[in-house]
């Protein structure tokens, strides 16, 4: 069985988009680990999480982006999401991720407002 | 015990049932079977969402607590649609009882960026805030099944 | 009777089985599923394709002709994937025997435009087209079998 | 159990457009029936089907189009096809479909040559 996620990182200014290609689950903890460790190094201090209309989310990986989003609000980092579905807006809404992320819908919207 | 259920199912012109190894990822299949059967009968695909993303947690709680990871356990989703309700139940071959009404805390955003409460635990709040109905304290003779329930509406 | 082979299945850690209501249009329950099942295990998307079609086609002449429309009837769709091999074994309740090679003649377009052939005749041609290896001729216990095999190439 | 199809008829001088949204299966007989019908007591002399990349296409529905070229043939009428994915191209051309209908990808194409 194949567990399929990539991240990569862009670098714009201040802010690192982590491009999310595939599905997010408790398998993509070390990816995600991974992302965080390298912009860290880097020096970042904003980050763009960016989804692609088709990704599989599910409470796994929620779990994962929840860890994601408590280092980042330790290290007063500013963080936004991308490209989610309306269903998963609605999801990360639901579980109150929104209150700790801006959601945009494009990373174009995000990077022009943070 | 009282309210405990053992439930027989049967497989008759409104029903589709579908039995997958116990490996993680493979509930990705009971989602597109679920999601297929839901859409022929009329569903809205938003509706199709949210019974795709129950159906996904139910059968990962199958397959992880329920089989405890067993491989050679399996899941077995059963799907019915008759008078615009449309049932999904998930079952496992796990013996140990459980409610979901005394097994966990209400998941806190707050708490859980705090790392005052463990970041998982959101499988059930997800179903309970997705579906129309939902029963987790179904047993079969196999083991434990949780039977949601989507209703046409329009 | 010499080409005839009785065929046991078993549910291993290797194998999704779906079982459907003998309805038209379900078959794309089947499709979904083992679209899923082969994208998991590597298949490359054109291939998903080949195998939709040759699993539409299974399960609608296990529908039209194996269970001769039948509602209360059931189409059994059995999926396997282990040593870069993924097959896909089609299971009706009809009980009367046929043979592919005998059948049918061959669909030729241009008899098909001048009425000379029927327009109908073409699940089992795309079949034969569209997998690595097909046999036609097994039975279970319950009726007719049809197992499609496709490789994993690269 | 919906069987869902949906044909609409756009003129474009003397060319027909079937707008053909949805499954191609053998519950389309009827659909294909009225719209051919439709378009020659308007007087067509060309057709296009416009189908779309996720179009489900089964045998059954093919044999529908299959009757339809034999009418088109037989009344002397161009028939091109149109939005094929690739997967759909290999069976049409499998079954023989395009030795009597012209396939393009688009359906401003297929009107530019026809
Ligand atoms: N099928 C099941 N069998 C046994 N216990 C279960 C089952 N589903 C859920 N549970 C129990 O409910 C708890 C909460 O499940 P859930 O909300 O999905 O979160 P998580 O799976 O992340 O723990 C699980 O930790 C488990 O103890
Ligand atoms: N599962 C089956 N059981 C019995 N007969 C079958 C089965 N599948 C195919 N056949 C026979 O093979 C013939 C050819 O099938 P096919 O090529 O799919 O074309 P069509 O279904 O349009 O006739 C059918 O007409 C039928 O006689």
Redesign the pocket.
């Given at each position: 069985m194949k567990q399929e996620i990539e991240i990569r990182l862009e670098k714009h200014g201040d802010i690192t988009i982590f491009d999310i290609q595939g599905d997010v689950t408790v398998f993509s903890e070390p990816f995600f680990n991974k992302a965080y460790k390298s912009a860290n190094d880097q020096g970042l201090s904003k980050i763009i999480l960016k989804f692609y209309e088709n990704a599989y989310i599910n409470?796994?990986g929620i779990?994962v982006l929840i860890q994601l989003l408590a280092e980042t609000k330790k290290n007063n980092q500013l963080i936004s999401i991308t490209g989610l579905s309306p269903h998963f807006q609605k999801i990360f809404n639901m579980v109150g991720i929104s209150k700790f992320a801006r959601i945009y819908s494009t990373p174009e919207e995000a990077l022009a407002n943070m | 015990m009282g309210t405990e259920k053992e439930v027989i199912q049967v497989l008759d012109e409104h029903t589709i049932e579908i039995s997958l190894p116990n490996q993680l990822g493979y509930e990705r299949i009971a989602m597109a079977c679920s999601a297929t059967f839901a859409r022929i009968v009329g569903f809205s695909s938003e509706r199709v969402e949210d019974l795709k993303t129950a159906v996904s947690?139910a059968c990962?709680?199958?397959m992880?607590?329920?089989n405890k990871n067993d491989p050679d356990a399996r899941v077995v989703v059963n799907m019915h649609y008759e008078d615009r309700v449309f049932s999904v139940s998930v079952m496992?071959q796990?013996k140990?009882r459980?409610n979901?009404d005394e097994?966990?805390e209400e998941p806190d955003i707050e708490k859980k960026i705090m790392n005052l409460q463990t970041p998982?635990?959101?499988?059930?709040?997800l179903i309970k805030n997705l579906v129309d109905q939902v029963e987790?304290n179904l047993t079969t003779s196999e083991g434990?099944m949780?039977r949601m329930i989507f209703k046409m509406t329009g």
């Open positions: 409470s796994g779990a | 947690e990962i709680n199958a992880e607590h329920g496992d796990g140990g459980w979901s097994c966990c998982r635990g959101l499988g059930i709040f987790f434990n949780v």
